[in-house]
Structure formats: structure tokens, C-alpha cells
């Protein structure tokens, strides 16, 4: 079986070898980048299963980087750093970061981390899907979703989601009609509590609803969180 395939960009080299040699012990294969632009070569050339990304590089922001990866790839992301406010934390995530640490850092709060998120990406991929949809295709109202390819499209054009945009809409229609709080959600998408206010998923869910045009079927239940309505016509 192969060994999934971690690619940390961390340009302080104590760090970037503490966590390469770490992972590695953990059964991880790993690469190591010093910079954004060595770093976006090595998710082309080693086609990484996780990345683990450091917020200030020499040449360009973690937060790019983030948001490039993302839109070109499905590809879960840890980001590492320094920054501990909880607003950085939020932008972070908002920008499509699956988690965020903060460094000094315990080695076996990263990998108990990455397992999490690992674990949860595998569990939106095995869910059941529709009986009349086809062995790997989920229909819900004129949108089409293959889990194993990550592939949402609506009226047969390809709708772009980050990671965490596909995760939530998986996990909301995995109980169509179930009404989620945010901190389910959180537990759901995220794999943990997140420790601070839940404006993250409200933002998740704003951004799901424009881009597949679900203001009326992905619904807020007021003073409780959201759901998926069970009609499918």
C-alpha cells in the first residue's frame, strides 16, 4: 500500500526537518520547500495527499499559495504559523485551509491533525450514494456530484469548490432534512471543535449557496444552524 504523501513549505529549515522527520516516523512520506514558488512545483511533481503550509514565505504569502492551491486542486491544507489571532485563524480557513496551528508547535498535536483531517476527507469520500444515480454519482436537483473525483457540476457545467466547500455539501446532504447547528458543522466538516465563534461556516455556507445558485434549498434554520430540504424536484 502506498504511504500518503505529505508536502510541507516551511522556509525555517529546524522546522521544515522537525516536521519531515516526525511524519516520517508517523509512516508519512514527505517532501520538504523552502519557498511558494518551489513549493507550488513540488504539488505538480509530487502530487501531494496533504499539504502543510507556513504562513509567511521569503517570496509570497501562505495565504496565496493557499488560495492557488485550492482552486487548481483538491488538495486538504494545514496551515502553520506564528499567528494566533483568532481573525488570522478565521481568514485562514475562509480562504480554503482545512486547519490552522500555531507555532511553537507539539509535533503530536500536528499529527493527530493530520489524521483528523485524513480520516474526515476519507469519510465524505465513502458516503452512500444515490441508488438511481449510478454507482458514483450523486444527483440532487440539477446538481451532479462524483465523490471519488471531487466533482461538482450544476446543469452540466463544472462548479468550482474548495475542499472545504465540497466537504460541507456532503455532509449536508448526507442527512437531507436534518437540521445542522454550526457546531455539528464544525465537528462534521472540520473534524473538531473550533475553538472560537462560528462565523467560518456561516461563510462556507454563503459561498456554497452562490455558486450553485442554493439560496432556496440550502435553508437557515434561525437560532439553530442549516439544512438540506428533502425535495429533489
Sequence with gaps: MDKTKILIIEDEEAIADLLAYGLGREGFETRTAANGADGLREVRQFQPDLLVLDWMLPDRSGLDICKQVTAQYNLPILMLTARSDITDKILGLEVGADDYITKPFDLREVVVRIRTIL????????????????????????IVISPEERLVTKDGATVELTPKEFDLLMALLGARGKIFTRAELLQSVWGYDFPGDMRTVDTHIQRLRKKLDAAEWITTVFGIGYKIEKRTD
Design 119 to 142: 480520516r474526515r476527507l476519507a469519510q465524505a469520500q465513502a458516503l452512500p450514494v444515490a441508488e438511481d444515480a449510478g454507482p458514483s454519482v450523486i444527483s440532487f436537483r440539477n
